[in-house]
């Protein structure tokens, strides 16, 4: 079995964890709905401007459902995760999102294309989504909303629906035009919420630097290799996979900013790599 796709997965994830301390750098005030939306433009409209220069590209011929629904459901988990955090707190709405995302990618799979979960890949969910519940439940903001948990799991069930829709859209397109028109209709869908911060702060200070490092390390490769190791495993288990990015992100706020991890959080942590090490140890030697 090539271990090759699990890594892909998992560097993607890592990716996605250096946007919480990128985001440190950018102007205060600036809404996650602007991030987001120009994150999605600037690495899709990149990607998309790529292709077309390669000819890697055929607009008639694509895949178009797909790639609807793939970018409704991004975008809905973007839109609904932001709007969670802001009834229930980060540290509530992340556990939630992230947590349930792996469950629900098992039952949609199970679900739609008889996938059936394997035993490695439950106790590997388990593992890590008990570790990202230690991680973040001594950092203070435990708001229990049910508006925000419900808005919450709601997320986690749209980054689910991407996966296994995304599944679906790389056994008919390439890896690099499929995350170009997926982000760039991604970007349509959230650029009029973003509308009211207004453009104009990309350029001030060090937005514009952190912007594209968001849009191009941590948008345009980081889903080019999320992609690209999907083609080869299960969605469920790309999902779990990807519970590497509030690792990730707690490792970086550690070693990079100064932040401090209770005891109990580093069992967390262990705990996260437990699960991705069982993943893709047990998957390999299942295979095998």
Not at 1 to 19: D, H, K, Q, R, S
Not at 87 to 99: C, D, K, M, S
Not at 171 to 180: G, S
Not at 188 to 217: C, H, I, Q, R
């Amino acid at each position: 079995m090539n271990i090759l796709p699990y890594i892909f997965v998992l560097l993607a994830a890592m990716l996605w964890g250096t946007v919480g301390t990128t985001q440190t750098f950018l102007t205060e005030g600036i809404s996650s709905f602007a991030v987001a939306g120009i994150r999605s433009a600037i690495g899709g409209g990149v990607l998309l401007i790529a292709v077309i220069i390669m000819k890697k590209i055929s607009f008639r011929q694509w895949s178009w459902k797909w790639t609807i629904l793939a970018a409704i459901a991004i975008a809905l988990f973007q839109s609904l995760f932001f709007t969670s955090v802001r009834f229930t707190g980060v540290a509530v709405g992340t556990v939630v999102t992230i947590g349930s995302s792996p469950v629900f990618a098992g039952i949609i799979e199970w679900a739609f294309w008889k996938v059936r979960p394997t035993l490695v890949w439950a106790i590997a969910t388990v593992l890590a989504i008990v570790g990202c519940l230690l991680l973040f439940m001594n950092q203070g903001d435990t708001t229990i909303n049910p508006v925000g948990i419900a808005l919450a799991l709601a997320a986690g069930f749209m980054f689910a629906l991407y996966t296994n829709v995304s599944k679906q859209l790389m056994k008919r397109e390439e890896t690099l035009p499929a995350v170009a028109m997926t982000f760039i209709l991604c970007a349509l869908f959230l650029l009029p919420l973003a509308a009211k911060d207004g453009f104009s702060w990309v350029t001030e200070g060090v937005n514009l630097w952190a912007m594209l490092f968001m849009a191009l390390a941590a948008t345009s490769l980081a889903y080019i290799l999320f992609l690209g190791g999907l083609k080869k495993i299960s969605s469920s288990a790309a999902v779990t996979l990807s519970l590497a990015e509030p690792l990730t992100a707690a490792l970086l706020g550690v070693f990079l900013v100064g932040e401090h991890l209770t005891f109990v959080a580093w069992i967390g942590v262990g705990l996260l790599l437990g699960g991705i090490v069982v993943l893709t140890i047990g998957a390999k030697k299942a295979a095998s």
